[in-house]
């Protein structure tokens, strides 16, 4: 069974900075693109984050410059440094994994999601 878990939300004052995991965990034979996204009250669910198994990254606009992903692939793990941090990124925050899973060459490609963890910024 693959498990996909985050961790490091919780409630912080505008300015403050928080450190988001992700755990990727099971049969899990390679795991490719790992992303942070997030949903806000109300709204769609967006991307914030995104890093290739080679480290390429990409962000969305509104988070360009203050927030970092990183990744470890020996571990499946992704992490998510926030800084600078506003009201407007309140939300909850989700972790996919694209992973391949099973035993060569038994093998099968899918998006696996997170529960979430709830990010709140205070004014």
């Known amino acids: 069974q693959v498990q996909v878990v985050e961790s490091g939300g919780g409630s912080v004052q505008a300015g403050g900075s928080l450190r988001l995991s992700c755990a990727a965990s099971?049969?899990?034979?390679?795991?490719?693109?790992m992303g942070w996204y997030r949903q806000a009250p109300g709204k769609d669910r967006e991307l914030v984050a995104q890093?290739?198994?080679?480290?390429?990254?990409d962000y969305a606009d509104a988070v360009r410059g203050r927030f970092t992903i990183s990744r470890d692939n020996a571990k499946n793990m992704i992490y998510l440094l926030m800084n600078s941090l506003k009201p407007e990124d309140t939300g909850v925050y989700y972790c996919?994994?694209?992973?391949?899973?099973?035993?060569?060459?038994?093998?099968?490609?899918?998006?696996?999601w997170g529960q979430g963890t709830q990010v709140t910024v205070s004014s």
């Open positions: 890093i290739t198994r080679k480290g390429t990254t």
């Open positions: 099971g049969n899990i034979y390679s795991a490719a693109l």
């Open positions: 996919k994994a694209d992973l391949t899973v099973g035993t060569f060459p038994w093998t099968a490609e899918n998006d696996y």
